[in-house]
């Protein structure tokens, strides 16, 4: 079989490129086998194949084209051949539209310390390992060159990730879009040791994934074809940065090469449109211009503005519904806590000019009341609010990337908020 021929399956396609004030930028549309996505897109998270309490119909009707599962949670429950019986991923969740995968490596690397920016990790057999943190909770992740070995979350049973378990992994729960095995590091770890874990670890990793993926596509011909992912590592090093772009845009196994790119890892939030743009500028440099990038884990407003403006085409992130269920609302001007005592008797919605189901029928105080109360109703309505309102904002940036107004979209969005 033709491996290049059969990545045709998924395509990429600019529609719109470049602004007077932000170069990089673009609109365009990714085209999967289940479907289509319009981008710039926001890629709500689904953790374990469901939004928690939101089913996958009102997630469309909000206005998401595609969600996020994690093959890690996947993996440790129900199995990822459970997913493959079933179909797939979208087929399992009953979600008609295009699904995506990490790598599972993100929550492996940070079992010890939280889903933090800044996360400490030990390294076996490593000539540069360093003592970063200190060490509060117990260490449950261990890396070496091969990949990692860490405790359930679910039983404390010993498992282990590498590139080529989790593109197994990937292919079997059988999302669209994929993502290599990389090694996470932190802003905390030194330069040489992102330069060590690049070169021993994130580049390796990364041609071992695509090596994994082009047997198992082989192996899974009749399968509708998964696209994979490349993660671009380096931290807040230029240099690095640029040489991980070069290499993995360069990679290549059996005709076959990465779709895409995710751009993961530490970055400090101050810097992150200036790291953004010196993947996308190298990528565009490596002939790479025409695949798509996606920025890994993020939602805040200022964020998506910077992904958008230098050249990013999706994100996702789970903190619009994490937070939702923890009472954290957003509005235009600010986040609210619904919990705070002076929305008890507020029988306003949480946004007047919101389009959501939440804001059309429920009030702030109808909300602080569940949410206090620990009811799944609350949950569920602030989810869809929070959703929504990630999910209507990254369409009107691309709205208005098309209708070339993007600038004075803009500013009036923070004029009005
Ligand atoms: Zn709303």
Redesign the pocket.
């Known amino acids: 079989m033709n491996l290049a021929e059969k990545q045709t399956e998924f395509d990429f396609k600019i529609r719109r490129k470049g602004d007077p004030h932000f170069l990089l930028m673009r609109s365009g549309v990714i085209t999967t086998p289940h479907g289509r996505i319009e981008t710039p897109a926001f890629i709500p998270v689904a953790t374990r194949a469901t939004i928690k309490g939101v089913s996958p119909e009102i997630m469309h009707s909000l206005g998401a084209q595609a969600l996020l599962a994690n093959a890690y949670h996947l993996r440790l429950r129900p199995g990822e051949d459970i997913l493959d019986s079933a179909g797939g991923l979208g087929r399992f969740m009953n979600w008609n539209g295009p699904t995506f995968t990490d790598s599972g490596g993100f929550q492996v690397m940070s079992l010890g310390v939280g889903f933090k920016k800044v996360i400490a990790m030990s390294v076996e057999e490593s000539s540069t390992a360093e003592k970063l943190a200190p060490k509060k909770k117990e260490q449950l992740a261990f890396i070496d060159q091969d990949g990692v070995t860490f405790k359930s979350h679910l039983d404390g049973g010993i498992l282990r990730f590498t590139p080529e378990i989790s593109l197994e992994v990937q292919h079997a729960i059988g999302a669209d879009i994929m993502f290599a095995f990389d090694e996470l590091t932190t802003l905390l770890h030194s330069r040489q040791y992102q330069v060590e874990s690049l070169e021993v670890r994130t580049h390796p990793w990364g041609i071992r994934s695509l090596q994994a993926h082009a047997e198992l596509t082989k192996k899974r011909a009749k399968k509708p074809y998964q696209a994979l992912f490349a993660v671009l590592q380096g931290a807040n090093f230029e240099d690095l940065r640029r040489q991980t772009a070069r290499y993995l845009a360069h990679a290549q196994v059996d005709g076959l090469d990465f779709d895409g790119f995710g751009i993961g890892g530490a970055l400090e939030k101050e810097r992150l449109a200036e790291i953004i743009g010196w993947c996308a500028d190298e990528l565009n440099s490596a002939d790479a211009e025409e695949k798509p990038r996606h920025l890994l884990g993020i939602s805040a407003v200022s964020d998506l503005f910077s992904g958008v403006e230098n050249g990013v085409d999706t994100f996702d992130c789970v903190s619009p519904a994490r937070e939702a269920r923890n009472g954290a609302l957003y509005t235009p001007s600010k986040r609210i806590n619904i919990k705070n005592a002076k929305y008890r008797a507020d029988f306003t919605?949480?946004?007047d000019r919101?389009?959501?189901y939440?804001?059309a029928h429920y009030t702030k105080a109808y909300l602080a009341h569940l949410i206090k109360s620990g009811e799944m109703f609350g949950a569920t309505l602030a989810t869809?609010?929070n959703e929504?309102?990630i999910l209507q904002l990254v369409d009107n940036m691309r709205k208005s990337i098309q209708n070339g107004n993007y600038q004075e979209f803009k500013e009036q969005f923070f004029a009005n908020s």
């Open positions: 919605p949480i946004d919101c389009d959501c939440t804001c869809i609010h929504r309102f």
